[in-house]
């Protein structure tokens, strides 16, 4: 299937869901039980699918997750994918910057990322020595894109204010219960400035995706929808966002495929974002700095 892209004023696009790699070849560390054969083919099945997005991340299963990605992918022609991996807050320093994205690039066994991100602030590292190591990548061309993720719209600003590359998506923890995206103004803050929001977790882990709250399960049953299907549908029915899901299972994933494509009343995306029950103000995975 065609997955649609979405388009900022700048011309930055990218497509508008996308998927994750969190949990792929083990946790914070490589789980020497993975079954990576399961992990692989779920990509692979992903891409013959139609989708492109792949977000990763060099602390994920310390860089293993990269690893079987680049296994997925290999023979698929590089401008078919749009490849995103972030490097670790701990290695912002202007080398520690270089040296991540050499080696996410090294692992996924490609020469360049469609979009490199800050995967969090580090308030102990100059921001100006940040972006200057991400403006090296770009004019090396390892790097086609500049992002960062868990920003408040302030740290953001700074980040833009010490390169001469647009910032061009900050990926965030958004979804139908979590909700500092809105409350920090960050969701705000994208759509006046061009900037693409990824949300992140648009299924909460699965807890989105089953019957059992009454507002999603009716709106589920307006549009002839699953749960996961409304829940992801209504990230994508708001301007300036995508989003991106994890899942090792063909029928998760082909049921997330069908949240894209069609659109919701904007009276049901604004009653959901009202209405919806147990919203959290803060993110329990990263809050926003
Ligand atoms: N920047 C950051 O700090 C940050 C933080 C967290 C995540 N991320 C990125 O965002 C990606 C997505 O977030 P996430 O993986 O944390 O959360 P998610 O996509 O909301 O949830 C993934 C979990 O939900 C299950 N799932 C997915 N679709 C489902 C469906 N239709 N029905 C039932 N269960 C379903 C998956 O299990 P199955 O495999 O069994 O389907 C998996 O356990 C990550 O993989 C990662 O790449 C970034």
Redesign the pocket.
Known sequence: MRIPKKRLRSGFEMPVFG??????GGGAVRDPLNDDKKDID?IKWAVAMGVSHI???EI?ADGYAEILVGKAVRGVKRERLFIVS?VAPQNLTYDGIISSARGSIGRLGVKYLDLY?I??PNPGIPMRESMRAMDSLMEQGLIRNIGV??FAPGRLEEAQSHTKNRIVAN???Y?LIVREAERKGVLRHCQDNDIMLIA???????R???PGIPLLDGMAGKYGK?Q?QIAINWLISQPSVVT??????I???M??LGAVGWGMENSDVETLRASFPGQQAVSD??PLM
Not at 19 to 24: A, D, H, M, S
Not at 244 to 249: P, R, V, W
């Open positions: 998927i994750g790699t969190w949990k792929v779920a977000d990763t991340a994920y972030k991100l995967h969090a993720s868990n990926q965030v923890h979804n992140y977790r648009p299924v909460e882990l699965g989105l995706a089953r699953s996961a991106l899901s994890k899942t090792s299972n029928n998760h994933l049921e997330n995975v990263a």
